[in-house]
C-alpha cells in the first residue's frame, strides 16, 4: 500500500497546476458568495468550463449540484463543495475500469497522434508488465515516423521485451504480423502495438488499422484485444477532440493521459470519461516508469481537491 501513497502524494503534486486553475477559484467562489443565487451557479459554470472539464459535463455537473441544493435545503455556498466534489465523481463514473489484458494472451494496440508521448507510454508500459514478470513482444508498427523504432528499442532493452521491426518506412501490417508470430513462438503473454497516428488522414489511418486487426484475428483469434489511445492533457480540449476522432476510426477500449504533470488542464480527465463514457485507465505524472499509473477516478477528483494542509494528514 505504501507505493500506492506514494503515487497518491506525486499525484497531489503533479495536479498543483490544473488545482490552481481550479480549486483556488472555486474556493474563492464558494467562500466569496454570501448565498446560492444564479450569480454562484454562472461563476462555477464559467470556471468549471475554463477548467477544461467540458461544456456537457459542467452542465450536468451543476444540475446535479442545483437538484441536490434544493432536495438538501442548502443555504450556504461553502456547503456546496463536497456536493460538487461528489456531482464529479458521479459525472466521470463509466464503472469499473478493466484491465483483463493483464492477465490473459492479449494483444494491446496503442494509437495517438505524434508528440502526445504515445511511444514512451508503451516503453513504461512495458516496464510495468515485465514487473509482474510478464513476457512481452512489442512490435514497432509506427513506421512513418523516423524516431519511433529507434526510441522503443531503448524502451525495449529497458524493459527486456523482445521488439520486432523498426525499419522506417516498412509496412505496419506486415510489422504486426512478424509480431504475432514471434508472440506466439515465444507463449508472449502481451504483445504491445505501436501504431502510427497520422489522424489528419483519417481513411488511411482506418484502413491501416483495420488491416492489423484483420491479421490478428485470423493469425491471434485466442488473444484478448485492447485499443488504447494516448492523449497528451497539456492540449486540454483538443486532446478531448483527438479522442473523439480515434472513437470513428477504432474501437476504443481506454485512454492514457499523459504529461497531466506539466499542465493546467488536467480536468480534461473528467470530461473524457464524462462525454465519451471511455475509461482513462492509464494516468502519466512525471517522466519515470513509476509515474505510469493505473487511474482511479475518485483517487484522482481527492487528488484534486486535496489542498496543502490535507496532504500530510
Known sequence: MAEGMGFFKRLVSGLAKTRDNIVSGMDSIFNGFSKIDEDFYEELEELLIMGDLGVQATYDILDDLRKKVKERHIKEPADCRQILIDSIKEQMDVGEAAYEFEEKTSVVMVVGVNGVGKTTTIGKLAGKLRAQNKKVVLAAADTFRAAA???LKEWANRAQAELIGGQEGSDPAAVVYDAVAAAKARHADV??????GRLHNKKNLMEELKKMN?????????????TLVVLDATTGQNALQQAKEFKEVADITGIILTKMDGTAKGGIAVAIQAELGIPVKYIGVGETIDDLQKFNADTFVDALFTT??????
Not at 504483445?191 to 502510427?196: E, F, Q, S
Request: with cysteine; hydrophobic share 25%; net charge negative.
Open 191 to 196: 504483445l504491445l502495438c505501436d501504431t502510427a
Open 308 to 313: 496543502s494542509d490535507k496532504e500530510h494528514e
Open 149 to 151: 523504432g529507434e526510441q
Open 214 to 226: 484483420r491479421i490478428i484475428d485470423r493469425e491471434y483469434p485466442e488473444a484478448f484485444r485492447e
